[in-house]
Nanobody, 118 residues
Framework: QVQLVESGGGLAQPGGSLRLSCAAS????????MGWYRQAPGKEREWVAS???????NYADSVKGRFTISGDNAQNMVYLQLDNLKPEDTAVYYC????????????WGQGTQVTVSL
């Protein structure tokens, strides 16, 4: 059974931090590059960061130097540390497999809301 469960979102002030967690169950995720995505109100979902099974990471320019993706292959967990948050980071955050074909098969979880505001 394929399941994605994101957690850890909430309200943070500009400059604050949050740590998001993603529990990915199902063989479709094992050994594959995983990513975090976000969707702000009125905008399309966008890629934020990804991590390979070997630990190599990549980031969107908008979050580089502020967000850190990590993973625990044994536990099928993916994390996203959000530091120095900005109001424009406000969005629903999702995790999923990076491969677009596999991602279409997996579907999306419920996501976790991140709101950055004074």
């Amino acid at each position: 059974q394929v399941q994605l469960v994101e957690s850890g979102g909430g309200l943070a002030q500009p400059g604050g931090s949050l740590r998001l967690s993603c529990a990915a169950s199902g063989s479709i995720f094992r050994g594959n590059t995983m990513g975090w995505y976000r969707q702000a109100p009125g905008k399309e979902r966008e890629w934020v960061a990804s991590i390979t099974s070997g630990g190599r990471t990549n980031y969107a320019d908008s979050v580089k130097g502020r967000f850190t993706i990590s993973g625990d292959n044994a536990q099928n967990m993916v994390y996203l540390q959000l530091d120095n948050l900005k109001p424009e980071d406000t969005a629903v955050y999702y995790c999923n497999v990076a491969n677009s074909i596999l991602r279409a098969r997996a579907g999306w979880g419920q996501g976790t809301q991140v709101t950055v505001s004074l």
